[in-house]
């Protein structure tokens, strides 16, 4: 049987693996297109999970991570994928940069996750200028973390066909 971390580490890695699936199945031209019908990107959707991962399992868990601040502008990402519109968001915004940029982050969010005792899923949150609107524990930001991503993987599916195709999940019709 799974401990808590074992589970939470499967969990988050499945709503990472569902969101990539999506994100690799749209061409990078049509990431920046926004129907009328959703008023939302691809981009600014993988730019939005980007900026909750570090909220909701690195920054609040474990405090901020100075090689992710480094290497990602997150303060710029946070204004854009949070307050402004999918359109404005997605200007000057590469596409393939920002989906290695995710994939770093993901990656950090599971080496961070990984690396944390059981017990201390019960301690209170890191502190933060901008209180969790969920949690009040690490467990519970990490568990919200799987919900938010899984949350904006459906929207990444409905986004992708509107502006590709429906995505191929390998049914037979």
Request: net charge negative; proline share 6%; glycine share 4%.
């Amino acid at each position: 049987m799974m401990n808590q971390i074992e589970m939470l580490v499967k969990q988050t890695n499945d709503a990472y693996n569902w969101t990539n699936k999506l994100l690799n199945s749209v061409p990078y031209h049509k990431w920046k297109d926004t129907p009328k019908v959703m008023d939302s990107n691809i981009c600014w959707q993988a730019g939005h999970i980007l900026v909750g991962i570090y909220f909701h399992s690195i920054m609040v868990v474990v405090g901020h991570q100075m090689d992710v601040l480094q290497k990602i502008p997150l303060k710029d990402y946070a204004d854009r994928f949070m307050d402004k519109s999918p359109n404005e968001a997605a200007e000057n915004v590469n596409p393939e940069e920002l989906y290695e940029q995710l994939l770093f982050m993901q990656q950090k969010s599971i080496q961070t996750l990984s690396a944390l005792p059981e017990s201390g899923l019960d301690n209170a949150l890191e502190p933060s200028p901008t209180p969790h609107p969920i949690a009040h524990n690490k467990f519970e930001a990490l568990d919200w973390n799987i919900k938010h991503t899984m949350w904006h993987c459906g929207q990444l599916g409905m986004l992708k066909r509107v502006v590709d195709e429906r995505f191929d999940f390998g049914l037979k019709r």
